[in-house]
């Protein structure tokens, strides 16, 4: 049975590029602008605030874990008054170093492992668009253990550490989104794998991207009648089951086109077209170019990077 949150996170493919340790004692707030990759933070010991632009403030504790797919402008703070010092969040990253904030001698209140990561996707845009804008994951005691190795790991510098942390931001990852499912979830990809219905339609169009689904034999798979089906994807998803299932074709082509040397009609039959032309046309009205400019395009980018 095809597994649609561990297929998103393959095709995804996260990789860790920058974590820090971070510890704020007494008065101290920091505020940084909207940055667009996925930040996360892992509160090692101790409290603080975190305030997402859109979001109600929360409290982390020794243990939470917030993921922040697109990561908005956001305060970070103790819980004593102080003014937000203004920071970019591309401009201060010096890797190793740890960064105190507040008073600065003395025991921290809080200690945190924060950073970010990069989608290696040429979709994630349109699959973060289908996440919360913020994960705060609170009394999970598996994201807790990874939590705390993960500050274990990032405070040593022992040989295999950067490729530790990947792993374990992908791990950190997979449950952050486990953990998310739930009728309360914004309308998206998670709060869709919550409804058993709507599940097992995303696990049909996951499974058989390449079969030619109409609305009716998706309704059918859930147990639903067409309209109602219809719209209870659409509402508990967020998109429309066709708009659907042309965006996720067109992901997995994307990382085909990037990823493999195969014909254009193989990479079309793969993604449920009839013919390499066919598929060339909504590949060029979806991406706004051709597939092999595309690939192209995708591979001198590999090449550079």
């Given amino acids: 049975m095809s597994d649609p949150l561990a297929q998103v996170i393959e095709l995804l493919r996260p990789r860790i590029v920058f974590s820090k340790g971070i510890t704020g004692a007494g008065r101290w707030a920091v505020s940084y602008s909207e940055f667009g ?17 859109g979001e109600q403030p929360v409290v982390l504790n020794a243990g939470d874990f917030v993921l922040l797919p697109a990561t908005p402008a956001f305060t970070m703070s103790g819980f004593l008054p102080a003014m937000p010092r203004q920071l970019d969040p591309e401009a201060a990253q010096t890797p190793g170093e740890e960064v105190r904030h507040g008073r600065a001698d003395g025991p921290a209140d809080v200690r945190l492992q924060g950073g970010y990561f990069i989608f290696d996707s040429p979709d994630a845009a349109l699959i973060v668009s289908l996440l919360p804008t913020m994960i705060h994951i609170h ?5 807790a253990t990874l939590v705390r190795l993960f500050g274990d790991e990032a405070s040593r510098q022992q040989a295999g550490r950067d490729l530790a942390l990947a792993r374990l931001v992908e791990l950190l990852l997979i449950e952050s989104l486990r953990a998310t499912q739930g009728e309360d979830t914004p309308a998206g990809l998670l709060r869709g794998l919550s409804d058993g219905r709507i599940a097992e339609a995303l696990r049909q169009i996951h499974g058989d991207p390449q079969r030619s689904w109409t609305v009716e034999a998706l309704g059918r798979k859930a147990g639903l009648s067409r309209s109602a089906f219809f719209d209870r994807f659409t509402r508990t998803v ?3 089951p066709m708009e659907y299932l042309l965006a996720w074709r067109m992901a997995i082509a994307k990382d085909l086109l990037r990823r493999e040397r195969i014909p254009l009609d193989e990479v ?9 032309s066919t598929f060339s046309t909504a590949f060029s009205r979806h991406a706004g170019q051709p597939p092999g400019r595309f690939a192209r395009a995708a591979k001198d980018k590999d090449l550079t990077s």
Wanted: glycine share 18%; charged share 25%; net charge positive.
């Fill in 139 to 143: 009394g999970d005691e598996r994201l």
């Fill in 238 to 240: 967020g998109l429309r």
């Fill in 37 to 53: 990759h996925p930040g996360f933070c892992a509160v090692i010991e101790g409290q603080c605030r975190i305030a997402v632009a």
């Fill in 268 to 276: 079309a039959r793969r993604v449920g077209y009839g013919s390499a």
